[in-house]
Nanobody
Framework: QVQLVESGGGLVQPGGSLRLSCAAS????????MDWYRQAPGKQRELVAT???????DYADSVKGRFTISRVNPNKRGFLQMNNLKPEDTAAYYC??????????WGQGTQVTVSS
């Protein structure tokens, strides 16, 4: 049973930073594409950032220049560094792994609240 466990969420003031972590129980973490999604109350889940197997990254326009996705394959961990946070970044954040056989795994989510 594959498990993804996110951590690092919390309450932060506008302009602050948080670093989310995603720990995966898969055997070969490097074989997976990793995404971070978020979902705000009453809104659809949206893709925030992607990191491919070769380390190439991509971001939603709303977070470019503020968020950085990364991964450490030997540790089976992925990260989302979030800087200059805004109230509109408030959401539950989820990591997702997409495997070479099209298997998909989701974490349980971690809440990020940006408020003064």
């Amino acid at each position: 049973q594959v498990q993804l466990v996110e951590s690092g969420g919390g309450l932060v003031q506008p302009g602050g930073s948080l670093r989310l972590s995603c720990a995966a129980s898969v055997t070969f973490f490097s074989f997976y594409i990793m995404d971070w999604y978020r979902q705000a109350p009453g809104k659809q889940r949206e893709l925030v950032a992607t990191i491919l197997r070769n380390g190439t990254t991509d971001y939603a326009d709303s977070v470019k220049g503020r968020f950085t996705i990364s991964r450490v394959n030997p540790n089976k961990r992925g990260f989302l560094q979030m800087n200059n946070l805004k109230p509109e970044d408030t959401a539950a954040y989820y990591c997702k792994l997409w495997g070479i056989d099209d298997e998909i795994y989701w974490g349980q989510g971690t809440q990020v609240t940006v408020s003064s």
